[in-house]
């Protein structure tokens, strides 16, 4: 009996209660969307009625929300690809090439992380206006790009300067060339931290509402087909059922990239010399 | 291009901002010579060892690779391979990946490849390692992992920096031993960084004394112990006893020296210039001096008492008090018939003395 109480103990300690409540008041709420989403009302409200699939159905039959969620799709997947390539090329450039003026070069990179989306967006809004671009999904794709080029940048300079410089050189040191050492020693040290920003820089994109309003012209993402559901009252289960979709696939990934990213920390220890 | 000058050092400098961490150096390596370079941390070793390898450029003049200059040459185009001194063992790789990592190029079949690696696996005595990860190796295994995996392209020449240095006192005098007989088997030119000079002195044909970035001397082992150029190699390889001397008449390869509380001397200054009336420094060995406790007959002898001694059992070491000199004359005898010496706290009297060939003289400064 007391060793139970000595194990369980700490659950009811002020932290432990602290704990709970902290998870409570970010679960709960979250857990209405899946829970709403298989109830027999369009009205959200307690007592739940019968248990329905057919927001699932009406999910799976809206085309304008297929449309959205295609370009979500295709723009987080392309915007994932091309903020980690140029994300890692930047880290290796900082990290490892005496370049001039390396300060003010990250200094430049970083900044979108700290500018507001809303001046963001407004400010690419000026400019492709005044460059007379048509908006597009593209348009939609660069600003994305813009604000996850720092996280990817970020993301793999702590990767690389995590492992021995050395390595790079021993491989040069024997007969391989730049790109050759990057593609036999950096990429395969670097794919934890790669799969990282992949997934992070797809879920950047994925979840942006302001850039793609501003800047999507007559294409609609995910987010905006949400924001534009949301005047129909009796849209709304639907869109919970699409949330609830999003929350579980959303829970795979995060899931993955962790445990990739453990992966990562544990080749790092046992390497370490 | 001279087989004397198979590396050809010249006039190189490296400066990094304000300091200078290679300052016009100029050495030549002669093919399959062990070559080391010892000096103090931060003296410019891995700065010149790196400038050899190709991943540090000279601020100034010009390396020669068996003849061909190297200001334009990429690491991976030189003849050259180098162990690391944190060895750099691939950690996504096992050994065998890692020991034929440089065989790309080759494209060999599996069958090939294997036995190149497996030959390079038999020199290193590792045989049976091929699966292994590289953190399922010790520190020695390693180092030998890296040693197989610079050699197996047969390199002109091998660059070592401090590849002892991580490993225990045992593993490493073994090892020593190990790698100058790989160095003779393969017949590679080895230049081998270090700042253990004991280590360098077993194990080079030829030794460069570094410090802030120049070089002070460079000889054979021998040389460099028994006919040190300066002071401060003469401190840096074993220990020495220093004496104020004043010259007092150089004649035909002998010059007349007042050593102060040591008498007059007559001894050979070597190959540096001397002048009458100079101030300069007699240097002697610790072990170059006999003392005892009863006064010998003939020779250079002073009298002392005994300050310290420390038993060491093959040896003994004893600092003396000399009348007249400033520090304690460190003296280290055989224990062959010294226990005496040692008597209960013996504050005696001892005699020292010494042969004239036993003397160095040093340029003050
Ligand atoms: N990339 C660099 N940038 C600036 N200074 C450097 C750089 N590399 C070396 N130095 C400086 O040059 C000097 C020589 O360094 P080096 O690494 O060659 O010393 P070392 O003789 O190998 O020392 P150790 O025995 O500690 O390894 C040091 O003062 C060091 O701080
Ligand atoms: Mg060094």
């Excluded at chain 1, 492992?163 to 950096?186: H, I, P, Y």
């Excluded at chain 2, 050994?95 to 080759?106: A, E, F, P, T, W």
């Excluded at chain 2, 180092?143 to 225990?168: F, H, M, N, S, T």
Aim: include cysteine; charge should be neutral; aromatic fraction near 10%.
């Amino acid at each position: 009996m007391s060793t139970h109480t000595s194990v369980t103990g700490p659950r009811f300690g002020p932290l432990g209660i602290y704990a709970i409540t902290y998870l409570a008041f970010v679960y709960i709420p979250v857990m209405f969307l899946p829970m709403f989403s298989f109830n027999d009302s369009v009205f959200i409200a307690f007592p739940l009625k019968g248990f329905t699939l057919e927001w699932y159905r009406a999910l799976a039959t809206s085309d304008g929300l297929i449309d959205a969620l295609y370009n979500s799709v295709k723009i987080a997947a392309v915007v994932a690809v091309l903020a980690t390539a140029l994300g890692t090329l930047a880290a290796k450039a900082v990290t490892r090439y005496k370049i001039p003026g390396r300060g003010p070069v990250i200094t430049f990179i970083m900044t979108p992380l700290v500018i507001p989306g809303i001046i963001m967006g407004i400010a690419l809004l000026v400019i492709v206006n005044m460059l007379g671009i048509e908006m597009s999904v593209y348009t939609i794709g660069l600003g994305h790009l813009l604000v996850s080029t720092p996280f990817s940048m970020l993301i793999m300079v702590s990767r690389l300067e995590g492992f021995d410089k050395n390595l790079e050189e021993a491989s040069q040191d024997l007969g391989e060339g730049a790109w050759r050492t990057f593609w036999r020693v950096t990429f395969p040290l670097s794919v934890p931290g790669i799969i990282a920003s992949l997934l992070l820089s797809f879920t950047i994109s994925f979840d942006e509402f302001i850039l793609a309003f501003f800047l999507g012209g007559q294409d609609i993402t995910l987010p905006v087909y949400i924001w534009g559901q949301l005047r129909f009252p009796a849209k709304l289960p639907v869109i919970l059922a699409l949330g609830a979709c999003i929350l579980a696939v959303s829970f795979v990934l995060v899931t993955f990239a962790e445990w990739f990213r453990r992966r990562g920390v544990q080749i790092k220890t046992s390497s370490g010399v | 291009m001279s087989d004397e000058q198979f590396i050809s050092i010249q006039n190189v400098s490296k400066h990094f901002g304000d300091v200078h961490a290679v300052d016009r150096v100029s050495i030549d390596i002669a093919r399959g010579e062990f070559f080391s370079l010892l000096g103090p941390s931060g003296c410019g070793k891995t700065t010149l060892l790196r400038m050899l390898a190709g991943f540090e450029f000279p601020t100034a003049g010009e390396i020669f690779i068996d003849g061909q200059a190297m200001s334009t040459v990429a690491p991976n185009h030189r003849p050259v391979n180098m162990v690391f001194q944190s060895y750099a063992i691939f950690p996504h790789l096992n050994v065998s990946q890692n020991i034929g990592y440089s065989l790309r190029k080759d494209k060999l079949s599996k069958a090939d490849f294997n036995s190149r690696v497996g030959e390079m696996l038999d020199l290193i005595k590792l045989s049976g390692y091929e699966d292994r990860a590289s953190h399922e190796l010790s520190g020695g295994e390693r180092q030998r992992v890296a040693l197989a995996r610079a050699l197996i392209r047969r390199p002109k020449v091998l660059l070592l920096d401090e590849p002892l240095g991580a490993l225990d006192k045992q593993l490493r005098e073994q090892m020593q031993l190990e790698l100058r007989s790989l160095q003779r088997a393969v017949g590679i030119t080895f230049v081998f960084v270090t700042h253990d000079q004991e280590e360098a002195l077993t194990m080079s044909d030829r030794i460069a004394v570094m410090s802030k970035g120049r070089y002070l001397q460079i000889d054979t082992p021998t040389k460099l112990y028994e006919a040190p150029q300066n002071r401060e190699v003469a401190d840096f390889i074993g220990t020495m006893n220093f004496f104020d001397a004043s010259v007092q008449d150089v004649g035909d390869g002998q010059a007349s020296i007042d050593a102060g509380p040591l008498g007059k001397l007559s001894v050979s200054p070597g190959n540096l210039a001397f002048s009458s009336g100079q101030a300069a420094l007699a240097a002697i060995r610790p072990e170059k001096i006999s003392i005892s406790s009863e006064k010998p007959s003939g020779g250079h002898v002073v009298e002392g008492t005994m300050d310290a001694a420390a038993y060491l059992g093959d040896r003994s070491h004893f600092y003396v008090r000399v009348p007249g000199v400033d520090k304690p004359v460190a003296v280290s005898a055989q224990n062959i018939d010294q226990t005496h010496l040692h008597g209960d706290g013996n504050q005696g009297q001892v005699w020292l003395s010494w042969s004239n060939d036993a003397v160095v003289l040093l340029n003050k400064d």
